[in-house]
């Protein structure tokens, strides 16, 4: 049996996960630093991943096989502390690495983001080898995990894979301090009739991906022979692209009476630094990524 450890398991992805692995024939273990708010279908231990004897105990004890690393401190919040934000997502990161080679762990998935992309990677339309140029922290820490993530599959033919995620769209989880956190808050704002004040010009343009696509997709990639997939760090993928504009007038449409008050901050210069759109044909073509949600099929969702 898979046995799998989801670390930083209580945000968006991990619960996610958690509520998909628990649905099959695997041993599951998450941990985090914070308590779970909902009962979990799986064990859960309090854990810190910079912490990285107590980690590797906990790997050994479990007999894990199989790891999700989902810890991150987000574009958002990374830019209030930046030496934090950097200690933990690259340190977490190195944590496990030495840990899955020492355990012989089997496979590792560590999510990417279009924070790795810049002013420089032809934002129209960005390609999956472009010029990075990130100007967060926190897409300065995935690119160079992406880089890593390179270097540790050549150096010690280590399984670990990662996608390039774009703004996760979930109605089942808060955000998590996102820059692409307005389309779940706007949504929720909106639906009860309040008015909602959103951090990004109404015209900035953001690829997003629903939970869903994401966790399926995830599954897939993880599922593939390793020697079938060409790009060896991380592979763009994308849903649709929308701006708060044309979310606020669809949600108007859906009947919300809600309205949306423009006050683009610090997080809008972010957003304008990530694509409009994303190409994602190398992961069509290597492993039939593939959506099965547009904007209007989330929002469906959205309004159940």
């Known amino acids: 049996m898979e046995r799998i450890l989801i670390t930083g398991a209580m945000g968006q992805l991990g619960l996610e996960f958690i509520k998909f692995f628990s649905k099959q024939n695997v041993y599951i273990l998450a941990t985090d630093i914070i308590k779970p708010k909902i009962k979990l279908s799986c064990d859960f231990l309090i854990a810190d991943a910079t912490n990285k ?13 199989t790891i999700y690393h989902l810890v991150a401190v987000l574009s958002a919040k990374g830019e209030k502390n930046p030496f934090k934000a950097w200690q ?25 983001s279009i924070a790795v992309f810049g002013t420089k990677s032809n934002l129209k339309n960005v390609d999956q ?49 996102g820059t692409t956190d307005y389309f779940m808050e706007m949504i929720e704002k909106l639906k009860q009739g309040e008015n909602y004040t959103c951090f990004l010009e109404k015209n900035t343009k953001l690829p997003m991906l629903y939970i869903d696509d994401a966790i399926l997709g995830t599954i897939k990639y993880m599922s593939m022979n390793k020697n079938k997939l060409s790009i060896k760090d991380s592979y763009n993928i994308t849903g649709f692209s929308i701006t708060p504009l044309e979310l606020e007038d669809k949600l108007i449409k859906l009947g919300c009476k809600g309205k949306v008050i423009y006050k683009p901050d610090y997080r809008d210069k972010i957003a304008k630094t990530w694509p409009r759109k994303i190409k994602d044909e190398k992961a069509k073509e290597d492993w039939d990524w593939k959506v099965e949600f547009g904007i209007d099929q989330a929002l469906n969702e959205a309004f159940k």
């Open 88 to 112: 933990i997502n690259m340190e977490s990161f190195q944590n496990i690495i030495e840990i899955s080679i020492k355990n012989n762990i089997k496979k590792i998935f560590w999510p990417s």
């Open 53 to 65: 004897s107590n980690i590797d105990a906990i790997v050994k004890q479990n007999r894990i096989t």
């Open 129 to 177: 080898d472009p010029i990075l140029n990130p100007e967060t922290i926190y897409g300065i820490s995935k690119l160079a995990g992406e880089k890593l993530i390179n270097y540790y599959n050549k150096k010690f033919n280590l399984d670990i894979r990662s996608l390039r995620y774009p703004g996760i769209v979930s109605f089942n989880s808060k955000p998590g301090g």
